[in-house]
């Protein structure tokens, strides 16, 4: 029979080890290698039965080993070292203090809002790559010493776990969890009662959620959990389920992170006395209502409250967004009259915003198309920095938000990249710091992955070879026994089964393959021509082994079918022990996938891949990488760590462009790939495969850690993002009223700005590279002052009709009466000299744009004039 209810009990520790409490409560266990082999050595059996869960573990190990452990000495020596190593961590200065010391401006806080959460596959608040990026941001926040807090949903039954039915097709199961046997502490008032946020919902309803805190080294993640007794039914269920639901209950979920989650912040600061935030980042739109809350805390304030614009401009300034699609139909949009419907409305003011106006809220997620509430938006509007997750996914974002930034070239348009990275400590196998510290490397548990892995240069092919098997022989067993696990589940009987201990050969190129199953990453792309991929598999001289892995949504059918055309293809009885589909891919198998593979294969439809962190999670294992020029593979491939699958750009027929790329994927394969693994003699490693493998690691590896990435984002995005709201907001906020009356006046005055006339003197008859051009703009300003705006020269060559790439050259207004000479009543002349810079066919046009020193850029207000007929 099923439970009515179920709960963790928690076992009780003698004193002398009640420090393992500490350790299980501090998710740092989850990379810190000495940890987990703390907790191993405790109950090796009951450690690999717990799945690797310290909390799970310390409830199933009987009291009779506890008391054994309390009486080792060496134990007991043991755990106080890694007790004393976690508060040694959690204290000591990092990266960004040394920085502060040496004259980086401070930054007090930092909130990061994600709808995911991968930290360890013990919390299952993740599906993928988003959840993983946040995870490793995480992480490698709490490495660099950054004040930040993150801020997510407590999901009950967290995402789905995965198994296949006999006929290959994806079956989905939900495994309640419990939030007291989970790495959590709750968030209490000081009288002991659990912290409360409340959100108002239609009806007159309240949204009640308490506040977990899971500790990542230093860095407090708030998850907020809706299944409280006070909440009805259809409330309790919001932080049910992970991408789960419909529109309706998608809108309520972001409601509650965004608004709950600033709330949650706010209580959180208040009761622990950390700095209240300068700089809050949305990891993608679903966090897009927190602006919309803080925009309502400075309209609401008792005393000297700030207007609506004001509140915007406010809020603006320190806001970071950070966008991970490249496609439209990655975006969450709503209809407006659901958006109306949350919002409430009382005579036009919002009641889940009190102070605000309906209308107000719903132009922040406006798009071009009528109806459309669309969360990309709302960042992008109350966010002063934005940025793509890769060089190519920053442009192409460009691109594909260009409409809100109309008369800019997309090349302007203010959203910039740092490209994703990955964390060392959780992603790199404890056998590349083995052999660096062979090689005579610092490898201490704390010290830095980008050093060692610089390290493994000096590494010996022996080594580095030796290595590589080791991790694939692993893989192998992993393998074998997840095949034999689903085959069970899919209701084969272990006699049917016994071909599972054949599956795969530790001395055979392996191939890796795993991501979620959506169209565009073409899980099925490798099966366009069936004979040509067998034939690889089962070549008996230099076969290859290919491993595959990847979930569904529950609701997307197309990308289960893709699923069972994979899982029908291995169950061949040729090729199932060459090829296999591994169910349920998460945190625990991508390691073993990301130790073990040789080469990693990434085939999407460029240019759809934002970035694509699977791949950097196996270079920094040594795997080389397969891929496509697309997301972070497009400015990171250089010939020497792995091998740019051509693309058929342009080809419009989508079954055409992917029997091409498929047979140049089969091309590489044949003689590229196989060929470098294979090629050596009297069993000596292969020489160029070794190159490769050690410039992967220690070239490419140290570029592609989340360490950098999240240096990436303090330096150019939260020291800018704090510094801008500590001065929009000194002395009561007074910037924010003068930006605010600023922006104010620019939008009013902007339809009557003008470029009249553009003269231009001093060219030879016929011009040369170096001859000097004069541009004189005639500008109407109508109610603006020439220090109100720029007015740029903009010259480039003329392709098509259009300028591209091109220079600016800023003007100068001429005050002077007799520098103005020929200025007529209302028009401000602006000149500048240009020297032409090339030779072929140019040309020039002027623009006016605005410009305010506490403006991010001259673009950041969406507006430009350009002479009349050409806007």
């Not at 709808?115 to 360890?120: D, H, K, L, P, W």
């Amino acid at each position: 029979m099923k439970p009515l209810r179920q709960f963790t009990v928690r076992a009780t520790l003698p004193d002398s080890l009640s420090a393992l409490t500490t350790l299980a409560n501090n998710l740092r266990w989850s990379w810190d290698t000495p940890t987990q082999r703390l907790f191993e050595s405790m109950d090796p059996a009951a450690w690999a039965s717990s799945g690797n869960d310290p909390i799970r573990m310390l409830g199933e190990i009987s009291g009779s080993r506890l008391a054994e452990l309390a009486a080792d000495d060496n134990f007991r020596a043991r755990l106080d070292a890694c007790a004393a190593d976690l508060d040694d961590y959690l204290s000591r200065d990092q990266w960004l203090q040394h920085e502060q010391a040496a004259g980086m401006p401070e930054i007090p806080g930092i909130a990061y809002f994600s709808m995911e959460f991968g930290i360890s596959e013990v919390l299952p608040i993740y599906s993928g790559g988003l959840g993983i990026l946040a995870g490793d941001h995480l992480k490698s926040a709490s490495e660099l010493g950054l004040p930040l807090v993150g801020v997510g949903l407590l999901y009950r039954n967290g995402y789905f776990h995965q198994s296949l039915n006999a006929d290959g097709w994806q079956v989905e199961r939900y495994p309640t969890a419990d939030p007291q046997g989970l790495p959590l502490t709750q968030l209490t008032e000081p009288s002991g009662a659990p912290v409360t946020v409340t959100v108002s919902m239609p009806d007159h309803r309240t949204l009640r959620a308490t506040v977990w805190i899971a500790q990542v080294g230093r860095i407090p993640l708030l998850l907020l959990d809706s299944n409280l007794p006070e909440n009805d039914t259809e409330l309790r269920t919001v932080t049910d389920r992970l991408y789960g639901g419909d529109q309706d209950h998608r809108i309520k979920q972001e409601i509650l992170l965004g608004v709950g989650g600033v709330r949650a912040v706010r209580r959180f600061t208040a009761l622990t006395g950390a700095a209240e935030p300068t700089v809050f980042h949305m990891n993608e739109g679903h966090g897009g209502f927190l602006g919309i809350e803080r925009i309502r805390e400075l309209v609401a304030r008792p005393t000297n409250p700030l207007t609506f614009a004001e509140a915007v401009t406010a809020v603006r300034s320190g806001t970071v967004f950070t966008t991970h699609t490249p496609v439209p139909a990655g975006i969450d949009r709503f209809p407006d009259d659901l958006v109306r419907y949350y919002l409430g409305d009382d005579a036009g003011r919002s009641t889940l915003f009190p102070g605000l106006g309906v209308a107000d809220v719903v132009d922040l997620g406006r798009e071009q198309t009528p109806g459309v509430f669309n969360m990309a938006h709302l960042g992008l509007r109350l966010a002063q920095r934005s940025n793509g997750v890769s060089q190519l996914h920053g442009a192409v974002s460009r691109e594909m938000f260009a409409d809100l930034w109309p008369g800019f070239e997309p090349d302007e348009v203010p959203i910039g990249s740092v490209t994703n990275g990955v964390h060392g400590r959780t992603w790199i196998s404890p056998a590349w710091r083995e052999a660096a510290a062979a090689a005579g490397a610092d490898v201490a548990p704390d010290s830095d992955s980008a050093q060692m892995l610089v390290s493994l240069k000096n590494v010996s092919d022996d080594h580095l070879w030796a290595t590589r098997n080791m991790l694939r022989a692993e893989l192998v067993s992993l393998v074998r026994d997840r095949v034999r696990r689903s085959g069970l589940e899919r209701g084969f009987s272990e006699a049917e089964l016994s071909w599972t201990e054949e599956v795969f050969d530790p001395d055979i190129l392996t191939i890796g393959f795993a991501r979620r199953a959506a169209t565009y990453k073409r899980l099925t792309l490798m099966l366009r021509d069936p004979d040509r991929l067998k034939k690889l598999l089962l070549d008996p001289e230099r076969p290859i082994q290919l491993v595959v892995a990847g979930k569904a949504h529950p609701a997307d059918n197309g990308g289960k079918s893709l699923i069972q055309q994979m899982v029908r293809f291995a169950d061949d009885p040729q090729l199932r022990t060459r090829m296999v589909f591994l169910p349920d891919y998460d945190i625990s198998m991508a390691r073993y996938l990301y130790h073990g593979c040789d080469v990693w294969l990434n085939n999407p439809l460029r240019p759809m891949e934002a970035c694509g962190t699977s791949g950097m999670k196996s270079a920094i294992n040594g795997g080389l990488n397969l891929s496509i020029l697309d997301g972070w593979w497009d400015e990171m491939a250089d010939g020497d760590d792995g091998w740019a699958i051509p693309t058929a750009d342009g080809v419009a027929d989508e079954n055409r462009r992917d029997d091409l790329e498929a047979a140049a994927l089969y091309r590489l394969l044949e003689e590229s790939v196989v060929p470098g693994f294979y090629d050596r003699t009297a069993g000596d490693p292969p020489g160029r495969w070794m190159e490769m493998v050690r410039h992967t690691l220690s070239v490419l590896g140290p570029k592609i850690l989340a360490t950098r990435m999240v240096r990436d984002y303090t330096e150019a995005m939260y020291v800018p993002a704090s510094q801008s709201y500590q001065t929009i907001r000194a002395d009561d906020y007074a910037a924010a009223r003068t930006l605010a009356d600023y922006t104010g006046r620019v939008r009013r005055a902007w339809p009557s700005v003008r470029i009249a006339e553009v003269d231009s003197t001093g060219l030879p008859d016929v011009p040369v590279m170096s001859s000097k051009l004069t541009l004189t703009a005639h500008v109407r300003l109508g109610d603006l002052a020439p220090s109100d705006v720029r007015v740029q020269a903009v010259l480039g060559r003329v392709e098509d009709d259009t300028l591209s790439p091109v220079s600016t050259a800023d003007m100068v207004a001429l005050t002077d009466p007799g520098e103005a000479d020929g200025a007529i009543e209302g028009e401000t002349l602006f000149r500048a000299v240009i020297e032409l810079p090339t030779a072929g066919r140019l040309g020039y046009t002027v623009r006016v744009l605005p410009h305010n020193d506490l403006l991010a850029s001259d673009a950041d207000l969406g507006l430009v004039r350009l002479p009349e007929g050409m806007q």
